[in-house]
Nanobody, 122 residues
Framework: QVQLVESGGGFVQPGGSLRLSCAAS????????MGWFRQTPGKERDFVSG???????FYGDFVKGRFTISRDNAKSTLFLQMNGLKPEDTAVYYC????????????????WGQGTQVTVSS
């Protein structure tokens, strides 16, 4: 079955960096659009970034050049490099896969990971 396993979350001070990874299995990774979303308690899941199977990249407005998404199709792994982290970036970050064109709507993604917690605090 399809599995998406995130890692790399943790605790970091404001201005710090983290690199999230999402290891995928059970799907033709190179043919899927991949995305990162985040969610805080009581709020909807927000689109962070997406990368299509062809390599087109998209970011949520709040990213403002701080995050970089990438993928390694040979290793079926998705990455999110996060720099300049702010306390408002604190959330559970989810990896998602979609068999189709990219979208910011979480309901249109087919598979999800379990999430990894990112906490930004001094």
């Amino acid at each position: 079955q399809v599995q998406l396993v995130e890692s790399g979350g943790g605790f970091v001070q404001p201005g710090g960096s983290l690199r999230l990874s999402c290891a995928a299995s059970g799907l033709p990774f190179s043919k899927y659009t991949m995305g990162w979303f985040r969610q805080t308690p009581g709020k909807e899941r927000d689109f962070v970034s997406g990368i299509s199977w062809s390599g087109n990249i998209f970011y949520g407005d709040f990213v403002k050049g701080r995050f970089t998404i990438s993928r390694d199709n040979a290793k079926s792994t998705l990455f999110l490099q996060m720099n300049g982290l702010k306390p408002e970036d604190t959330a559970v970050y989810y990896c998602a896969a979609r068999d189709g064109v990219w979208t910011t709507h979480d309901s249109e993604y087919d598979f999800w990971g379990q999430g990894t917690q990112v906490t930004v605090s001094s």
